[in-house]
């Protein structure tokens, strides 16, 4: 497509269920990243794919978080156990290459009540 | 955690005034980036800079990437209604990338 995908905009759910976030790059980006946004912040970067692999993982804040990218183009962010302080704006960016440009998805909005 | 500082949080200017916002780090990043985000939306790229002392234009917007490489400024010039919304400053080393917390900029006609 033109430009970076996610689906789907808006999620809610419930304390503890699990959630799966997806994010469909740019064509020809090799590069795909995943981003949190809570409220009157900027994004803060979790986790980093070139290709098929994790190259960095390093933001993601524990271990209910969760990407795959298994063909190395649509990506799915998964969160198991939801906590209430998950609730943010999940970007997802696509870029050229390690290092370049990243253009934006505009988000999915996630709710844990 | 974010690592930039940006600054004002907030503006507040009539149409035509021109505005300035910048950004500063205690690291140093080898391009810096503009972005400006409406509410619903992603982060829309506005400008990327890749060498230290540069400065770059995009119609009314010019950015410069500061010397020390660890700060950057945006300008806008005659703004227009259509400005409103929240722009961020991120800095970027390889794959890294880190965001200020944004400046609100509103408009009024």
């Known amino acids: 497509g033109a430009g970076v995908s996610q689906t789907p905009s808006n999620k809610v759910t419930e304390k503890g269920k699990y959630v799966e976030l997806r994010c469909d790059p740019i064509?020809?980006?090799?590069?795909l990243y995943w981003y949190r946004q809570s409220l009157g912040q900027g994004p803060e970067f979790l986790i980093y794919?070139?290709?098929?692999?994790?190259?960095?993982d390093s933001g993601l804040p524990n271990d209910r978080f969760f990407a795959v990218r298994p063909e190395g183009s649509v990506s799915t962010l998964k969160i198991q156990r939801t906590e209430r302080g998950d609730s943010a704006v999940y970007l997802c960016?696509?870029?050229f290459g390690r290092g370049g440009d990243q253009y934006f998805g505009a988000g999915t909005r996630l709710s844990v009540l | 955690g974010q690592q930039l500082n940006q600054s004002p949080q907030s503006m507040f200017i009539q149409e035509g005034e021109d505005v300035s916002m910048n950004c500063t780090s205690s690291?140093?990043?080898?391009?810096w980036l503009w972005y400006k985000q409406d509410p619903g939306e992603g982060p829309v790229l506005l400008i990327a800079?890749?060498?230290?002392?540069e400065l770059t234009s995009n119609g009314r917007l010019t950015a410069q990437f500061g010397i020390t490489r660890k700060d950057s400024f945006l300008n806008i010039s005659a703004s227009i209604p259509s400005d409103v919304g929240i722009y961020f400053c991120?800095?970027?080393?390889?794959?890294?990338?880190?965001f200020g917390a944004g400046t609100r900029l509103t408009v009024k006609p």
């Open positions: 991120a800095g970027q080393r390889g794959n890294d990338m880190r």
């Open positions: 064509s020809g980006h090799t590069a």
């Open positions: 960016a696509s870029s």
């Open positions: 794919f070139q290709g098929t692999g994790a190259a960095d």
């Open positions: 690291s140093i990043f080898n391009t």
């Open positions: 800079l890749y060498k230290a002392g």
